[in-house]
């Protein structure tokens, strides 16, 4: 089987709506076709600003429990988190060599980033972020990558330096392709439906988190921001707010655009945005309950993830060894 990779940044608690649909989604879907790989990549959320390291473990654990609630099986994939595989950090760094200092600053992703964080959040780290991201990829031969639509740019970085890497060193790494949802590529904030669903939105009145009371999250999709008019159509000039009600109805019914616009023909909005949170409500309960559930033994939790991070481990170690081997280094007698 073709090998894939995905991965999350263990960044808050919870998955936002926008991760479970970009990404779980798709995950889900393509386990049985794949072999695949999906980490909690924790050292890429040492580049956050306002990280915290007494709540970074915590949320390790807690994006664990989500992967599996969500159906990610750790018979058919491996699920681990970055830093146990130490391989990660190792290639970013022979990487980071072939990276050009200009093509990385053309990031879009660390020009938001670092206008939000600061001249002081403004890290190497940070600024190296898509290049640790390009070693997760590569160390796993993978020939696929689903994501949302936001890492588009990274996926290409990853392509162009596996490209040069082995047209300098030999053939080293497989070249990747990105995998985009048809469906929901991109969520947008409930309040502010111009902006994408992100944790670093001002409030948290326009995300869903997959770890909300199912009441928060219908009360949410009820208040969320619709626009003039009164029919529900698929339109993102005009109509962003219910359009991405649409987009989140259809990527979690599986319905195209036309049968959810047939749906709601001559409905209101209020019946709309009920339908859309039962769907919402219906998905993401049982993916809750299942989560709280593996957290309420972390020991058990923890035993998983180290013989997945064991399995990975082996994986990786041969690429990296094979990438070093391609640039000279000396190997350890
Ligand atoms: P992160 O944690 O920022 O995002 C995780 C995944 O969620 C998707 N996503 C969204 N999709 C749709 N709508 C949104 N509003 C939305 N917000 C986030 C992202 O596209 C992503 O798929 N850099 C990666 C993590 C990573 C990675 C990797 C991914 C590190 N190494 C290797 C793949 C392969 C990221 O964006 O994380």
């Known amino acids: 089987k073709p090998r894939l990779y995905s991965g999350i940044q263990p960044s808050s608690d919870s998955l936002h709506l926008g991760n479970y649909i970009g990404a779980l989604l798709q995950w889900r879907a393509m386990q049985d076709d794949y072999e695949a790989f999906f980490s909690i990549v924790d050292l890429h959320a040492l580049t956050n600003a306002g ?16 992967y599996l609630a969500a159906g990610v099986e750790p018979g058919k994939s491996t699920l681990y988190v ?19 200092f200009g093509e990385a600053s053309r990031m879009t992703q660390f020009k938001d980033k670092s206008q ?24 796993f031969d993978a020939e696929v990558v ?17 490209e040069r890497f082995n047209a300098r060193f030999g053939e080293t790494f497989v070249v990747p392709s990105g995998k985009y949802p048809e469906e929901g590529a991109r969520i947008y904030d409930l309040q502010d ?65 036309g049968a959810a616009e047939d749906e709601f023909a001559g409905k209101g909005y209020g019946d709309f945005k009920r ?35 064991a399995r990975a481990n082996e994986v990786a170690e041969a690429t990296l060894k094979r990438a070093y081997d391609a640039v000279g280094i000396l190997p350890r007698g």
């Open 82 to 100: 970055q830093s146990h595989v130490p391989a990660h950090a190792q290639l970013a760094w022979v990487l980071n060599t072939i990276t050009g």
């Open 51 to 66: 990280h915290d390291p007494s709540t970074l473990a915590a949320a390790s654990r807690g994006l664990a429990a989500q």
């Open 146 to 162: 689903p994501v949302g639509d936001d890492q588009k740019q990274h996926v290409e970085l990853t392509r162009n330096l596996a």
């Open 193 to 257: 439906p111009t902006s994408k669903m992100s944790k670093s939105a001002a409030t948290d009145a326009g995300l869903i988190w997959v770890l909300d009371e199912p009441s928060a999250t219908r009360k949410k999709i009820m208040r969320a921001v619709t626009d003039t008019g009164s029919d529900v159509r698929y339109d993102w000039a005009s109509k962003p707010g219910v359009t991405n009600l649409l987009e989140i109805y259809t990527a979690i019914t599986g319905l195209s655009v």
């Open 275 to 309: 339908t859309v949170a039962d769907a919402v409500v219906g998905e993401l309960e049982p993916v809750r309950a299942r989560a709280l559930e593996l957290l309420a033994d972390p020991a058990e939790l923890d035993r998983l993830l180290a013989g997945n991070a």
């Open 116 to 139: 939000r964080f600061g001249a002081e959040g403004t890290t190497v780290g940070l600024f190296g972020y898509p290049v640790l991201m390009a070693a997760d990829i590569l160390l």
